[in-house]
């Protein structure tokens, strides 16, 4: 029954990475297009990067997760372990700091606030940008050194005994906490983003109640949508973060091999449902989308016209 339920997840979560790829390279493709045609827009840049790395976590996480359960002596390896845990660290903070910045640029788009540092910080979304790129770069180096640390010690240290890898269980979750300080700061940063658009989207419906009209106006509709992607963004990158906890604990319980399964499950959902949301909040992504899509089924048709 165990084995069965396993083999269930495992399919459920090769499947969500499957679409996560073939929904984040939709993404990147509509707007490399629209960058061949000069038309990207700098929340076009934030997209592209966006999905791109989220390809990359894909990659990174599937091939950690069927290395554990198939391969699981090849853990044994530090350089394979140093290997994938540098590029899940850089992918992973990335991805979060376009989404970050994805988040902070649709809320300076679209909130309406008197505060005078948000509309300096409207008028002045360049020097936003830069300081949003020099919290990743230093986030990033003080978490990369850590790991370093973590990465030398453990070679350093060979320990068999329970109560010692019980320690050790919990010195991991610690080390998970402190490498992904830079992180959560930028989650907490979409976190504080939402809450003001809400704000910003109560305040403005308030103001439409006094006009009695038939239809929902277009900053409305505009707030609505941003705000179902980040609290989307929100719910799913929570998901991602158990399920990354929930590995790591499994590292220490290798025979507990459902719920490293489950975790795997939970991370995948991430970069695989938030790509689908994107597309279906954005008429100018949806629209592309159907034409890549069309185009794609256009060359199949063709190819397969000719070898007839």
């Given at each position: 029954m165990?084995?069965?339920?396993?083999?269930?997840?495992?399919?459920?979560a090769t499947a969500e990475a499957v679409l996560g790829v073939l929904g984040n390279s939709i993404i990147a493709l509509v707007n490399c297009l629209d960058w061949a045609k000069k038309k990207i827009s700098k929340t076009g840049l934030l997209l592209t990067g966006l999905a791109t790395t989220r390809i990359c976590l894909i990659w990174i996480i599937s091939l950690?997760?069927?290395?554990?359960?198939?391969?699981?002596?090849?853990?044994?390896?530090?350089?394979?372990?140093?290997?994938?845990?540098?590029?899940?660290?850089?992918?992973?903070?990335?991805s979060v700091w376009f989404a970050a910045s994805l988040s902070i640029f649709y809320f300076l788009k679209i909130a309406n606030f008197s505060n005078y540092v948000f509309l300096w910080m409207k008028r002045k979304t360049g020097k936003v940008f830069y300081f949003l790129v020099g919290c990743?770069?230093?986030?990033?180096?003080?978490?990369?050194?850590?790991?370093?640390e973590n990465m030398e010690g453990n070679k350093m240290k060979q320990r068999n005994r329970t109560w010692e890898m019980h320690q050790e269980g919990k010195k991991a979750i610690i080390n998970y906490v402190s490498v992904n300080v830079g992180v959560l700061s930028l989650f907490m940063m979409?976190?504080?983003?939402?809450?003001?658009?809400?704000?910003?989207?109560?305040?403005?419906?308030?103001?439409?109640?006094?006009?009695?009209?038939?239809?929902?106006?277009?900053?409305?509709e505009a707030h609505v949508k941003a705000v179902k992607v980040l609290i989307s963004f929100i719910i799913l990158y929570?998901?991602?973060?158990?399920?990354?906890?929930?590995?790591?604990?499994?590292?220490?319980?290798?025979?507990?091999k459902l719920?490293?399964?489950?975790?795997?499950?939970?991370?995948?959902m991430y970069p695989c449902c938030h790509?689908?949301?994107?597309?279906?909040?954005?008429?100018?992504?949806?629209?592309?989308?159907?034409r890549v899509l069309k185009g794609l089924k256009c060359c199949e048709k063709g190819k397969g016209l000719r070898t007839m």
């Open positions: 165990q084995s069965a339920t396993a083999g269930v997840l495992l399919s459920v950690d997760a069927y290395i554990k359960v198939f391969f699981p002596s090849m853990y044994r390896s530090y350089s394979l372990i140093g290997s994938i845990t540098y590029m899940w660290l850089t992918v992973n903070y990335l990743l770069l230093i986030s990033w180096l003080i978490s990369l050194s850590l790991v370093v979409t976190l504080f983003t939402c809450f003001l658009l809400i704000v910003s989207l109560w305040r403005h419906s308030r103001r439409m109640q006094s006009h009695i009209s038939g239809f929902r106006d277009l900053n409305t929570s998901f991602y973060f158990i399920g990354i906890v929930i590995e790591i604990i499994c590292m220490f319980m290798p025979e507990n719920l490293f399964i489950f975790g795997f499950t939970m991370a995948s790509s689908f949301i994107l597309i279906l909040t954005s008429n100018q992504l949806k629209q592309s989308s159907l």
